[in-house]
């Protein structure tokens, strides 16, 4: 018997009974939940999302000015929040739902968007960190002039601030192993922006129809069943860092 319990519930001062219903219930869980990903996943899959806008915004991380890229992966990001937030927002809003995201409506700047995909869980919480982190950097490029100032703000951000993604892309099958020692700080900040927007233009897609099921939704997006977009979207952002691993190569 203690073969169909899981060791957690095993280890319980429960009667045998108890433990029983306890791992009957445990199993039903897991088992609905996992039907409700597969009817959810095929539902996505069936929007077959285009991705032509999100490529164009790639190659623009791939060839514009270092110094230009935080305000141009800001602003695309800008664009997917507000129509996150328009698409997902309830009907009946007094005013209208375009109130709250236009003007000076609480959701009309990117930081209040950030701010508030964060507190409701509508986005991953590591995603949102670092667009706030490059958001802030844009607002520096954005207003002040003093290029040996900004050169250096955005250089400690590479070096400190962003999560070192091109340290876990090479497989050596579509990126090469170790790519990442022959770039520079710019490309590397280039490699993970376009990762960042793959992933926000993701998420900003598929993350609250998880959640407004109630399932996890790191489990139904990133698992070896995920959304057919998900492979999509890796694909177009393998291209465009290979595109980046040529010119440090070249």
Same mark, same amino acid.
Request: aromatic content about 8%.
């Given at each position: 018997?203690?073969?169909?319990?899981?060791?957690?519930?095993?280890?319980?001062?429960?009667?045998?009974?108890?433990? $029983?219903?306890?791992?009957?219930?445990?199993?039903?869980?897991?088992?609905?939940?996992?039907?409700?990903?597969?009817?959810? @996943?095929?539902?996505? $899959? *069936?929007?077959?999302?285009?991705?032509?806008?999100?490529?164009?915004?790639?190659?623009?991380?791939?060839?514009?000015? %270092?110094?230009?890229?935080?305000?141009? *992966? !800001?602003? &695309?990001?800008?664009?997917?929040?507000?129509?996150?937030?328009?698409?997902?927002? %309830?009907?009946?809003? %007094? /005013?209208? #739902?375009?109130?709250?995201? $236009?003007?000076? /409506? %609480?959701?009309?700047?990117?930081?209040?968007?950030?701010?508030?995909?964060?507190?409701?869980?509508?986005?991953?919480?590591?995603?949102?960190?670092?667009?706030? #982190?490059?958001?802030?950097?844009?607002?520096?490029?954005?207003?002040?002039?003093?290029?040996?100032?900004?050169?250096?703000?955005?250089?400690?951000?590479?070096?400190?601030?962003?999560?070192?993604?091109?340290?876990?892309?090479?497989? /050596?099958?579509?990126?090469?192993? $170790?790519?990442?020692?022959?770039?520079?700080?710019?490309?590397?900040?280039?490699?993970?922006?376009?990762?960042?927007?793959?992933?926000?233009? &993701?998420? !900003?897609?598929?993350?609250?129809?998880?959640?407004?099921?109630?399932?996890?939704?790191?489990?139904?997006? &990133?698992?070896?069943? *995920?959304?057919?977009?998900?492979?999509?979207?890796?694909? *177009? !952002?393998?291209?465009?860092?290979?595109? @980046?691993?040529?010119?440090?190569? /070249?």
């Amino acid at each position: 018997m203690t073969d169909f319990w899981d060791s957690d519930i095993a280890a319980m001062n429960l009667s045998d009974g108890e433990k $029983n219903g306890l791992q009957v219930f445990r199993n039903y869980s897991a088992a609905f939940e996992a039907h409700q990903a597969r009817e959810l @996943v095929n539902e996505m $899959n *069936a929007l077959n999302s285009p991705i032509e806008e999100l490529k164009k915004l790639l190659s623009l991380l791939v060839s514009e000015s %270092p110094l230009s890229l935080a305000v141009i *992966a !800001c602003a &695309y990001a800008d664009d997917q929040l507000k129509e996150m937030f328009k698409r997902e927002m %309830p009907e009946g809003i %007094p /005013g209208g #739902r375009n109130e709250l995201l $236009n003007g000076f /409506g %609480p959701l009309s700047r990117l930081s209040q968007r950030i701010q508030v995909a964060y507190a409701f869980s509508w986005l991953s919480a590591d995603l949102l960190t670092e667009l706030d #982190r490059l958001r802030r950097i844009r607002n520096d490029i954005s207003h002040k002039w003093d290029m040996p100032q900004l050169q250096s703000r955005l250089a400690q951000l590479i070096e400190q601030g962003q999560d070192p993604i091109e340290r876990h892309l090479g497989d /050596g099958i579509r990126l090469p192993e $170790n790519f990442f020692e022959s770039l520079q700080p710019t490309q590397k900040f280039r490699v993970r922006l376009i990762w960042l927007i793959g992933r926000i233009h &993701y998420e !900003c897609l598929l993350f609250v129809p998880v959640v407004k099921r109630r399932l996890v939704p790191t489990k139904v997006l &990133y698992s070896q069943e *995920a959304p057919e977009l998900l492979s999509r979207i890796a694909g *177009a !952002c393998v291209e465009h860092t290979r595109s @980046v691993i040529a010119e440090a190569q /070249g």
